[in-house]
């Protein structure tokens, strides 16, 4: 398993002891940005391509815990603090996580990226890095820190700026709680990132942050791929989770909890069609990991919901898109 990747993983689980599209609108004068209603998403989880295995094996720039630092298949780790220990620095792309646009305004596309870093203790910085990919060439421009312990819930490269809708601590937060969505954007200028003020305000994390959208399940645990059919499907609205359970329909309320994040879903009803053995095995895996739910959350631009079973702990993750009219 991915060192950084289950960094991630271990955040979410701390906490288990403690729309149609709009123009993003932005002042100019005044270098503020307005969040979209709603980009592209990223391209997450793709199949790997040349592109994506250049992005990962790039050399960045601007990271605190390594700079300059080239990663290998999307990791670089470097020499144990202590002779014969296991922590040690280490810096990740982040699940396979890449944007293309035009932040700068050129005409010409560039990527955007996102690295994971740790320095072996309990923090875990966060960095959006934008790369020149002009004559099959890859240059990281600019590497800039988007935040400790924070999560991607999307992202994207619109209007000659690069946004992101990210969960961090609030001042009233504790670092492995965060409980404020906030909009951060940065636009390139003279091939460095500048930050921009985001007229939104930031709103604190609740179901209705997931709302509006169908989730699909891609992943059981973070290394575990989902099947793409039977289609497994999660949404909420109006107090009540519900969705596609692989055949049947299924159903819960679920119930915030003291902390940020916090759920309990419990016992899921549903309807009693009965399908193929490999359909239903599909099914049971999946409800019986939904009734084991602790807490929620956002990895890479996509829902994350962690879970115990068994004593085993796990982090589902989900690809959002629009429902279905």
């Known amino acids: 398993m991915r060192v950084i990747t289950m960094m991630l993983a271990v955040f979410l689980l701390i906490g288990l002891a403690g729309c149609s599209k709009e123009e993003e609108t932005v002042d100019q004068t ?12 990223p391209a997450v989880e793709q199949t790997e391509d040349p592109f994506l295995t250049k992005l990962k094996n790039a050399t960045y720039y601007g990271i605190e815990e390594q700079d300059p630092v080239t990663l290998k298949d999307g990791l670089w780790e470097g020499e144990p603090y202590q002779e014969g220990g296991s922590s040690r620095p280490r810096v990740q792309f982040l699940r396979d996580f890449h944007m293309l646009g035009d932040p700068d305004g050129d005409g010409v596309d560039e990527a955007g990226v996102v690295l994971a870093a740790s320095s072996g203790g309990t923090g875990e910085n966060l960095y959006v890095a934008v790369l020149d990919i002009r004559d099959g060439k890859l240059k990281n421009l600019d590497t800039q820190l988007i935040g400790d312990r924070v999560q ?50 930031p709103v604190r994390l609740s179901l209705e942050s997931i709302a509006g959208l169908e989730w699909v399940l891609r992943w059981w645990d973070l290394e575990v791929k989902a099947p ?32 940020p994040g916090d759920l309990t879903v419990g016992p899921t009803g549903g ?3 009965m399908c193929p053995d490999d359909i239903m095995d599909v099914e049971r895996k999946f409800l ?5 739910v602790k807490k929620y959350g956002f990895m890479a631009g996509m829902l994350a919901l962690t879970y115990e079973v068994n004593g085993d702990h796990g982090v589902m993750l989900f690809e959002g898109r629009k429902p279905e009219k």
């Open 271 to 273: 309807t009693m069609k």
């Open 228 to 259: 793409t059919e039977p289609e497994v499907t999660l949404s909420y609205q109006e107090g009540r989770l519900s969705g596609i359970s692989g055949c049947n329909n299924w159903f819960t309320t679920p119930k915030a909890g003291e902390q």
């Open 30 to 41: 005044t270098a503020k940005v307005q969040p979209p209603a709603e980009v592209q998403p």
């Open 288 to 292: 019986g990991q939904m009734e084991g």
């Open 152 to 201: 991607i819930r999307k992202a994207g490269i619109l209007d000659n700026r690069l946004f992101m809708e990210i969960l961090r601590a609030g001042p009233e937060d504790a670092m492995c709680c965060p409980g404020e969505l906030a909009i951060v954007a940065w636009g390139l200028k003279k091939d460095k990132l500048v930050a921009m003020e985001a007229t939104s305000v």
